[in-house]
């Protein structure tokens, strides 16, 4: 190896690691107020705080690829005393490609949904004597209640994660 634990090479990219996890997902872990924000103000002033939020996910979800990317270099880097048969570096990977690839497969074709519901509702124009709420109304309270599950559920698996990178458990196993 090209580093030990206690080098300043290491040092670095564990600066970087822990960085680019404060950006990535401290960017998505408070999504939940925007959306809030989002359906309290409606029309088009909502849908732009949408999109906004729907920037910062994307733009988050980089980071968060680099805290992988920068943690795996870790294990690379501490001249094995850190190995990818810890349980907690294994564990850890195992929930991280699970949630990433949960994000791909559910959660982001779901936000583009509720962003084209949105886009439908403000250009939508009622027929005349309609009442009642528009037809994208129900759809996009079913999409929004997944989205909730699906947000709730990767900010667990968040958690099971830095539990992991604090308690270490297995290490040297």
Same mark, same amino acid.
């Given at each position: 190896?090209?580093? &030990?634990? /206690? #080098?300043?090479?290491?040092?670095?990219?564990?600066?970087?690691?822990?960085?680019?996890?404060?950006?990535?997902?401290?960017?998505?872990?408070?999504? *939940?107020?925007?959306?809030?924000? /989002? =359906?309290? =103000? *409606?029309? /088009?002033? @909502?849908?732009?705080?949408?999109? &906004?939020?729907?920037?910062?996910?994307?733009? &988050?979800?980089?980071?968060?690829?680099?805290?992988?990317?920068?943690?795996?270099?870790?294990?690379?880097?501490?001249? #094995?005393?850190? @190995?990818?048969?810890?349980?907690?570096?294994?564990?850890?990977?195992?929930?991280?490609? &699970?949630?990433? $690839?949960?994000?791909?497969?559910?959660?982001? +074709?779901?936000?583009?949904?509720?962003?084209?519901?949105?886009?439908?509702?403000?250009?939508?124009?009622?027929?005349?004597?309609?009442? $009642? +709420?528009? +037809?994208?109304?129900?759809?996009?309270? =079913?999409?929004? =209640?997944?989205? $909730?599950?699906?947000?709730?559920?990767?900010?667990?698996?968040?958690?099971?994660?830095?539990?992991?990178?604090?308690?270490? +458990? $297995?290490?040297?196993?």
């Amino acid at each position: 190896m090209f580093a &030990a634990v /206690s #080098d300043t090479a290491y040092d670095i990219v564990l600066v970087l690691h822990i960085l680019c996890a404060i950006i990535g997902f401290g960017g998505v872990a408070l999504a *939940g107020i925007y959306d809030q924000q /989002s =359906r309290a =103000r *409606g029309g /088009s002033e @909502g849908f732009a705080i949408f999109q &906004a939020n729907l920037l910062v996910t994307r733009v &988050a979800s980089y980071f968060i690829y680099a805290v992988f990317l920068l943690g795996i270099l870790l294990v690379l880097l501490s001249d #094995d005393v850190i @190995g990818f048969g810890d349980t907690w570096i294994w564990l850890a990977i195992v929930i991280f490609v &699970a949630a990433v $690839g949960a994000v791909h497969a559910l959660l982001f +074709p779901r936000l583009k949904r509720v962003e084209g519901l949105l886009a439908g509702l403000l250009s939508a124009v009622p027929p005349a004597g309609a009442g $009642g +709420p528009p +037809p994208q109304g129900a759809e996009l309270a =079913r999409v929004g =209640r997944q989205v $909730g599950i699906i947000s709730t559920a990767l900010n667990l698996a968040t958690l099971v994660i830095l539990i992991l990178m604090v308690t270490k +458990p $297995g290490i040297g196993g």
